[in-house]
């Protein structure tokens, strides 16, 4: 099946700092690729929506400028947390899916600590 | 505005018993609701319930969906420890290929 990989698993930066999240697609080139949060004891939500070629679509409430999303190529979205700020610390996680066999493939997930 | 709930939050039971968890779900063009087991990392993929009244199984757990009431269980039986984890639903929808809404899950604690 689809594997999607996440790089790096953990980061820990100073506030103000930027921090860029990879998510790869390994075996199946995703036109689209999902970006969650999920905070402790809290389900996943949904960040954006990220389209191969085009602009990622945001979901109300997320920052658009805060939240940087490129997919640049069909195995690659990047999420970059710009200006990072202790209340971003999270558990972010990205997903692919696979039409043909509709299944949902999630990234192993990469915990953010900002401090 | 989309909604998914998930009941109970938490379940403390033991070994052996069996467990009910329930999802329903208020979204609007709503395609299939999604089964997913969360241990410490991402969640892993269980079930996709798309037509109504048709269980799904695999090994002790099976689910079901029904259209009518807008709600979805999921089933396991004779749990063991290693059933321990939260247990998210997910309304996937009908554009956007792939979108889905979660619920807040269930946390289950399966104890020795």
């Known amino acids: 099946g689809a594997v999607v990989s996440q790089h790096p698993s953990r980061v820990i930066c100073k506030s103000g700092t930027s921090v860029k999240i990879e998510c790869r697609s390994l075996?199946?080139?995703?036109?689209?690729m999902f970006w969650y949060r999920q905070f402790p004891k809290q389900s996943l939500m949904l960040m954006a929506t990220s389209n191969e070629g085009s602009k990622a679509t945001y979901e109300q409430g997320v920052e658009k400028d805060k939240f940087l999303i490129n997919h640049a190529s069909l195995t690659l979205s990047t999420l970059t947390v710009t200006s990072a700020h202790p209340e971003d610390s999270s558990f972010y996680i990205c997903?692919?899916?696979?039409?043909?066999?509709?299944?949902?493939?999630f990234g192993p997930g990469t915990r953010l600590l900002v401090l | 505005e989309d909604k998914v709930v998930q009941s109970p939050l938490s379940l403390v039971v033991h070994e052996g018993d069996t467990v009910t968890l329930n999802c329903s779900y208020e979204v609007t063009n709503f395609r299939s609701l999604l089964w997913y087991k969360q241990e410490k990392k991402a969640p892993t993929f269980l079930f996709m319930l798309t037509s109504s009244g048709i269980e799904k199984k695999s090994g002790r757990l099976s689910s079901i969906l029904d259209k009518k009431e807008l709600s979805s269980i999921l089933n396991i039986t004779a749990t063991q420890t290693g059933d321990s984890a939260i247990y998210l639903c997910?309304?996937?929808?009908?554009?956007?290929?792939?979108?889905?809404?979660f619920g807040d899950g269930t946390t289950l604690t399966v104890k020795p």
């Open positions: 997903s692919v899916w696979r039409g043909p066999r509709e299944t949902q493939y």
């Open positions: 997910a309304a996937l929808h009908n554009t956007n290929a792939g979108k889905s809404t």
């Open positions: 075996d199946f080139q995703a036109t689209t």
